[in-house]
Each structure stands twice: as C-alpha cells, then as structure tokens.
C-alpha cells in the first residue's frame, strides 16, 4: 500500500542515535481496554482512584485527549504507528488477519521497532511478574505477553520480552502495560459474580450499583445500574494495578528516570460508547509523568491518541518519522490542534461508516449510512446483557423518550451537531438549527478535507468484507454466535445491495 500523496517521505533512525540509548529515559504506557476517564482527578465522584490521581498530582493531565478510534484493533493499530487507522488502512475491527492481508504504508513501522534500533528493550505485559492483565496469578499454560491487536502484518520480534526485567545492566525499554480494564467485568451475570469475588478480595466489597450516576439516556434498570457498577469497580481494580506497577518502579530505583504513559483505548463499552463517535465511546483519559515534565499541571488543548507515538519518541530522544500524523505535543514549538479527528467503521459483521471533527466549541459526527441505525444487529453488542435488557425494555415500551430518540430510531441523522459546553453528553442535535448553519457547514468542510487529505479509503468492499466475515467464522466456536454472525451478515449485503 503506497501512503497518500500528501504524506511526505519517511525519515530513518541514524546508527548514531543508538550509541546514546543508554542516556535516555525509559518509557512506559500503560494501556487500559475498554475505559472512559472515570477517575477521580477527572471528576468520578462515585470512586475513588488514589494511584492514578497520583500521577496526576506528579504529572501532566490533559482533559481534552481523545481516540481515533472508538475500538480496540483499530485504535491500536494506530496508536503503535502514530497514524490515522484510515491511513494505513486498518479502519476496520479485526481485519487482515485471514486470507485479506493488510501490510503497512511504506515509509510506516511499528514504534517498538523504532525504539529496539535505538537500544532500547522492548516489551510488552503486565508491568508485575507472576500477573496477568487481569490483576489475576498468571494461570498455568498462560502466556505472559500482553495484548496487541493490530490490524496488519507485524513482526512479533518487534518485542524482546513481556517485561523489561531481561533487559541489559543500564539498557533502558520501552514497556506497555496492557490492562483488562472495562473488559474485566465481562457481559453476564456469571462473570459479575466472578469479578465481584476478585473485587470483594481486593476492596472488601463491591460498589453498590444505588450509588451509581447513569448518562439520562440510559434508564435506572437494575441490570443496566449493577452492570456499571461493576464497571467502576474495574477503574478501581486498574488503579491498584498501577499502584503496584509505580511502586515496582520506585523499588527498583527506575520511576525518576521513566516517562509514564497513562491512557485508555477508548470509552466505556456500552449502548453510546464503544464503537461510536460521542464522548462515551472517544474522550480517553491522558496523563504523562516523569523526566521534564511539570508537576500538577493541566492542559485543556485538543489531543489525539496518536500524539502518544511521537511525544514518546521524541522524549527518547529519537526522531520522529516524517510521514508520521501523531504530533509532539511537548514541543517548544508545539502549536495547538484547531480540530482533532475519529473514525468508526465496520465492528465484526456491523459494516458502518461514521467519521467526526472535534473543535474547541463543537463535536459534529457524518453517519454515511443513515438508514441504518444505532444499534445495529451485532454479534458482540448484542450477547452483552445490557443490550439484552435495554432491547427487552424497547420492545415493552417501558424506555423513557430520550433512550428511544437516541438508541433506537429506525434511521439516524446524517448529520449531527452539539455545542460541547452546553451540552457534553451529545443530547441535542444542532445541525438542523438555522443558528449553528455557519458551524455546520465549517465543520463539514474540515471534515471533508481531513477525508482526501489523510487518503481515507472509506468502506470495503464486497470481496473483502466477505472475505473478513468468512474469517471471523473459522474463528468462531459457539455455534449460536457462528449463526448469528453469518444471518446478520447477510443483513448487512443486504442493506448494501439496497443502497441503505
């Protein structure tokens, strides 16, 4: 795949730039699935987060820090490549992995593989021996790796080990500690309980689902009210894990030279979070602390996730590739973002088309399928209890008006338009307000010029996306999951053969 012609030629790392590693600060990300900025210091009044406020307190806070992408695969292929996952081709969940073959950009590589030709010692894990992800005793036959999930031929080499202990005397790395996070409280009632007895083990009890403060558009239903419960007892699970990755550091006289990434892949995973455009599915929490950066500092300017790339580089003091899209935002010459960019496409058989632009005042979204919508048949959405019940309260009529405007309309606007300050949740659609025509049509256009400017390929086609759906049932072991996926599926070349 060639990048877009207004990608510029890629700059390699001098030989002279690995002669000096052993001078450079260690990195470490930490990299939480499926988790919006419920912390503390992020205002979670429900909770309490006392490791990650602590970072905060010592570090760099950015409350305007947002995905790509609002899903796993993709935000990751980006985030390791400090490229739009439109660019390089990656956009869609979980593809280029059977037959269909996705191979990078030339000019683009992984940032592991920039760190290791600099000296570095890369690896990826846990962050704590003996742990798996999941703050669990790692079980026996279970590897110590951590998560990857790129949507495009890598070399597994690019990492030495799954965690820096097997490093050279003075050899500093380049360490991701993948965490479970929003994952850990799975989809059933059989996985709360499992989770509640890891909870009940760490914090006494669980967090009593009475406490919890849901969005408006989802109703007080117990199912919906213990299921994010659960959810906020797994912030709290992550930040004792990074508790006990910061001490390790300390211990081992490491955390006054180590830069500390913390971040999550995107938001919640729920009805308006993961795989959508909203804040829910796309504000991240972003905290840096470690060598030159200001203690107790916050920064409200627009970021991208893929920024993590080419801050982290460039505080090892390697430079950053040229094609690269991800910014240094701790430069001295650093100018701000005007607007920051996301992408959602197709999540398992759900093929969709939604793109976003970010401005200081306004978020507004483009559905490309607006026939089609919100919730959308789903394999993986819709064996989440949540769903289960929110689609029982549907069809019994017993939803409040906003949940039915907002997650079950037959078709969606195309487009869509919310003033941010007044209105953070993305409630009220402004893009048919003749006030806000002027807005509308501003972001519309920066939104269509990030589209040619960036190469973005838009949708697949009907070859590829069978041959991807054709590979995720190879995958697929449960029968009932291998028949839901393959009927709607061909919903999906349905609606496509129709035009909607």
Not at 40 to 53: A, F, K, L, M, N
Not at 288 to 303: A, K, Q, S, Y
Not at 305 to 318: K, R, T, W
Request: proline share 7%; with cysteine.
């Amino acid at each position: 795949m060639k990048l877009s012609k207004f990608l510029l030629p890629f700059l390699f790392v001098s030989a002279t730039w690995v002669a000096r590693a052993a001078d450079r600060p260690n990195v470490l990300w930490f990299v939480v699935d499926d988790m919006s900025a419920n912390f503390s210091c992020y205002g979670e009044t429900v909770i309490r987060t006392p490791h990650v406020d602590e970072l905060a307190a010592e570090g760099l806070t950015f409350t305007r820090a947002y995905a790509t992408s609002p899903v796993c695969s993709t935000f990751r292929s980006a985030l390791i490549t400090g490229m739009y996952q439109t660019s390089i081709g990656a956009h869609h969940h979980r593809s280029g992995r059977g037959k269909h073959r996705i191979e990078l950009p030339d000019g683009v590589r992984p940032v592991p593989e920039l760190f290791r030709e600099a000296g570095y010692y890369t690896c990826n894990g846990s962050g704590i021996p003996g742990l798996d992800r999941t703050t669990q005793p790692l079980g026996k036959g279970k590897k110590p790796n951590g998560k990857t999930d790129y949507n495009f031929n890598w070399n597994p080499e690019m990492y030495d080990s799954h965690d820096w202990a097997g490093r050279k005397e003075g050899q500093p790395f380049f360490m991701q500690v993948q965490l479970h996070g929003g994952k850990l409280r799975g989809q059933s009632e059989r996985t709360y309980a499992r989770f509640d007895a890891q909870v009940t083990k760490l914090f006494g009890k669980p967090l009593d689902p009475a406490a919890v403060k849901l969005p408006p558009y989802y109703p007080r239903d117990p199912i919906l009210l213990k299921d994010w419960s659960a959810y906020l007892d797994s912030v709290r699970v992550t930040d004792h894990h990074v508790g006990l990755v910061m001490k390790r550091l300390e211990r081992e006289n490491l955390l006054a030279d180590t830069l500390v990434v913390f971040f999550t892949d995107h938001g919640i995973s729920h009805a308006r979070g993961k795989q959508f455009l909203y804040d829910e599915g796309t504000h991240v929490p972003l905290i840096l602390r470690g060598p030159g950066i200001p203690e107790g500092r916050t920064r409200t300017d627009l970021v991208e996730h893929i920024d993590i790339a080419a801050l982290s580089l460039a505080a090892a003091g390697i430079p950053i590739p040229e094609t690269m899209q991800g910014r240094n935002v701790l430069a001295e010459d650093y100018k701000a973002r005007e607007a920051v960019f996301a992408a959602r496409d197709r999540c398992g058989e759900a093929a969709d088309r939604i793109r976003s632009v970010r401005t200081d005042k306004y978020l507004y979204v483009r559905n490309f399928y607006p026939r089609r919508p919100h919730l959308m048949p789903s394999n993986y959405k819709d064996s989440k209890l949540i769903l289960i019940r929110l689609r029982q309260l549907h069809a019994q009529g017993k939803l409040p008006e906003l949940s039915r405007q907002l997650l079950f309309a037959p078709e969606r606007p195309p487009e869509e338009l919310y003033l941010h300050a007044k209105d953070p949740l993305q409630i009220r659609n402004l893009a048919d307000d003749p006030a806000h025509a002027e807005a509308l049509a501003d972001h519309r256009k920066r939104l269509a010029h990030w589209i040619e400017a960036t190469g973005d390929p838009g949708p697949e086609s009907p070859e590829v996306y069978q041959l991807e759906i054709d590979d995720q049932l190879k995958s697929t072991r449960d029968p009932k999951a291998r028949a839901t996926y393959r009927k709607n599926s061909e919903l999906y070349k349905k609606w496509a053969s129709e035009g909607k």
